[in-house]
T-cell receptor, first 113, second 114 residues
């Protein structure tokens, strides 16, 4: 079946540091890939997505590129802010079970001033 | 601009009690999902529905039942609550037209079973 593996957290960074959160996936076919963010006490919300190989999703300074050859979708941001502190989930949709999304376990990011 | 609305937001149950969580979406989405979120375990799919009148089991369906009598509503039932069902429950919905659309989540229901 489909699976998503995220780099384990928690991750603690200083403000303005560079962020990378690794995500790799296993799926049949050509899934779409997503990053969701969950702020404290809230539900998940879409951060960015990519729907085919070599697509780059971007939003709020975050970027991720769909790499089919390495089955990866790593999240990056050049300069994090305290307000980026949240849990980040990598997800795919459209693999083996087309009607479902498959989520990674989430990576907690804390940014200190 | 409601999106996905879950009720209630918080609930405390005694072991053996029953309850129903309601999820309502106003986006005319075909697909709806119930997840539970536990520390260190990410999101686990309980049940899902690909359209009105349909339901299917996810990863962790035991102890839960669901119904989708109306397209906009997806109910999650606990017939006999157990402490292991203490969790945060999230409902989500997504469009069925294309599979590259994202899921929209509710705010969550924090359930404690004592």
């Amino acid at each position: 079946g489909d699976s998503v593996t995220q780099m384990e957290g928690p991750v603690t960074l200083s403000e303005e540091a560079f962020l990378t959160i690794n995500c790799t996936y296993t799926a049949t076919g050509y899934p779409s890939l997503f990053w969701y963010v969950q702020y404290p006490g809230e539900g998940l919300q879409l951060l960015l997505k990519a729907t085919k190989a070599d697509d780059k999703g971007s939003n709020k300074g975050f970027e991720a590129t769909y790499r089919k050859e390495t089955t990866s979708f790593h999240l990056e941001k050049g300069s994090v802010q305290v307000s980026d502190s949240a849990v980040y989930f990598c997800a795919l949709r459209g693999g083996t079970n087309a009607g479902k999304s498959t989520f990674g376990d989430g990576t907690t990011l804390t940014v200190k001033p | 601009n409601a999106g996905v609305t879950q009720t209630p937001k918080f609930r405390v149950l005694k072991t053996g009690q029953s309850m129903t969580l309601l999820c309502a979406q106003d986006m005319n989405h075909e697909y709806m999902y119930w997840y539970r979120q536990d520390p260190g375990m990410g999101l686990r799919l309980i049940h899902y529905s690909v359209g009105e009148g349909t339901t299917a089991k996810g990863e962790v369906p035991d102890g839960y039942n669901v119904s989708r009598l109306k397209k906009q509503n997806f109910l999650l039932g606990l017939e006999s609550a157990a402490p292991s069902q203490t969790s945060v429950y999230f409902c989500a919905s997504s469009s069925g037209e294309t599979l590259n659309t994202e899921a929209f989540f509710g705010q969550g229901t924090r359930l404690t079973v004592v």
